[in-house]
């Protein structure tokens, strides 16, 4: 009885629940302690980190397979399709340094704060490091679609992020298969033409303002008409000329005679007053002749009367002598009119065959311009047909891959980081199991060591007490 009672007395084992249980409802204060302190540091340490926000984005990427390439391999188009090894291949280009570079140079995500070189590079480098550890690519197992997430603390910057590494990846990938070398050989000699294109149209306008030579053809025709316009007219002038000139040597001929006077019939002859005039200055002298006539029959030339009549004849035949010379003197005037006219139909002719003579000039050298704007225009056309098959060539897939933007990049609604009621709840747990871990450990510190004798002591009675029992 008295070994079983000392049995009973013993202590627990030290790492029983009952102790367990007495050190947490000994040290409930230093838990509690514990447990508010772990959750207030990491409740103010969520609230003072930024806010982390992720932008995604989904490309589609197909992968043809040649059927002619298939049925000379004996390779099943089904099965090769369903190979998505080669994916990875297009998570190490969008991962690539030089995809990287291009992004941050782009978006001017590296300011250089120094002009050394070598520390202008180190810090670009980090940068760019920084950069990938935030660039995020993922593909589902068996799966042909890339996702792309971007960590920034700024919405906007992740989505344009996103969006300008899906731009550089497709350039980058079209570089490494050099068909970007072509389309760009075929740009850079397009944009010569079509400045050289341009260059030569302007100084065709130039030309045509400074020359005035707007419609060659209707100005030629112009020119044309008035030329044959001008020479008619010449050539009636120069026959009505010679007309009155022929006309006016018979009055001046017929001036010298003693007889009567025929007046060829002019414009100046022919006026009705003049006619009349004339027709009665012979019908006068006429009548004077025939009573002249009629007194020689009777008297004598010497006779006073016969004088008369004579003086008479002689002062009509003046006044018609006179008459006729004011015939010849408009002639005349009017001969060396004609003659101006001429003259001036002569200048106006040699004027406009020199200015069919210059426009001539210029149709050529205009047509020498036009001729190097066609010659331009049609190494344009020539550079634009082989710069858009270059572009197709470019747009189409490269080693049979297609890529497909089936989700733009999107941010968000709220941040990824930090997660506050998890943090917290994470937390409350850490501080509620550290502090009954702490509360045991103290516990188990704080109890007394027993020594050797006694150990041995108690355990030399609870074998004699084991002893007796069995006796």
Do not use: C
């Not at 994916?87 to 690539?96: G, L, V």
């Not at 920034?152 to 490494?176: C, P």
């Not at 516990?443 to 006796?471: M, T």
Request: hydrophobic share 40%.
């Amino acid at each position: 009885m008295n070994n079983q009672s000392r049995l009973s007395n013993e202590p627990p084992p030290l790492f029983s629940f009952q102790n367990f249980i007495r050190a947490v409802n000994k040290r409930k204060l230093l838990i509690a302690i514990f447990f508010v302190t772990v959750v207030g540091i990491v409740t103010v340490i969520s609230l003072l980190t930024p806010h982390v926000y992720q932008a995604s984005a989904k490309l589609l990427l197909e992968k043809e397979i040649d059927a002619e390439k298939a049925m000379l391999f004996r390779l099943n188009p089904l099965i090769a399709a369903r190979d998505y090894n080669w994916i990875n291949a297009e998570i190490a280009i969008i991962k690539s340094y030089p995809v990287s570079e291009r992004v941050v140079k782009n978006l001017g995500l590296h300011v250089s704060e120094t002009a050394d070189t070598v520390n202008a590079a180190n810090a670009l480098q980090g940068t760019i490091e920084k950069f990938q550890e935030k660039l995020a690519i993922n593909n589902a197992k068996e799966s042909n679609i890339l996702v792309i997430n971007y960590d920034s603390e700024n919405q906007k910057e992740a989505i344009k992020i996103v969006d300008e590494t899906i731009q550089v990846y497709i350039d980058y990938r079209s570089e490494l298969y050099k068909e970007i070398e072509e389309y760009e050989f075929f740009e850079k000699q397009m944009r010569i033409a079509d400045s050289n294109l341009r260059e030569l149209e302007r100084k065709e306008a130039d030309y045509k303002t400074q020359t005035e030579l707007i419609s060659p053809e209707s100005q030629r025709l112009i020119l044309t008409n008035r030329l044959s316009d001008l020479d008619r007219r010449l050539t009636v002038l120069k026959t009505n000329r010679i007309n009155k000139e022929t006309k006016l040597a018979v009055i001046q001929k017929q001036l010298g005679k003693e007889d009567a006077i025929s007046i060829p019939s002019t414009e100046t002859s022919d006026s009705p007053n003049r006619v009349n005039n004339i027709s009665r200055l012979k019908a006068e002298i006429l009548s004077l002749e025939i009573e002249r006539e009629k007194l020689l029959e009777e008297f004598t030339p010497q006779y006073s009367e016969v004088k008369i009549v004579e003086s008479q004849i002689l002062t009509t035949k003046k006044m018609l002598a006179e008459e006729v010379k004011q015939i010849v003197d408009e002639e005349k005037s009017s001969i060396e009119a004609i003659k101006a006219e001429e003259m001036t139909l002569e200048d106006l002719i040699a004027d406009t065959r020199r200015e069919i003579s210059e426009l001539a000039q210029k149709e050529y050298e205009l047509s020498q311009i036009s001729r190097g704007i066609e010659d331009s225009r049609e190494i344009y056309s020539l550079l634009l047909k082989q710069r858009e098959e270059a572009r197709i060539s470019l747009a189409k897939v490269q080693e049979d891959v297609k890529i497909k933007v089936i989700s733009p990049a999107i941010s968000s609604l709220n941040p990824v980081k930090p997660n506050k009621r998890m943090n917290v709840a994470l937390a409350a747990l850490f501080g509620l199991i550290g502090g009954i871990m702490l509360a045991f450990l103290l516990d188990i510190f704080d109890r007394p060591v027993r020594g050797p004798d006694d150990l041995a002591g108690s355990g030399i009675n609870v074998l004699g007490s084991v002893g007796e029992h069995n006796s």
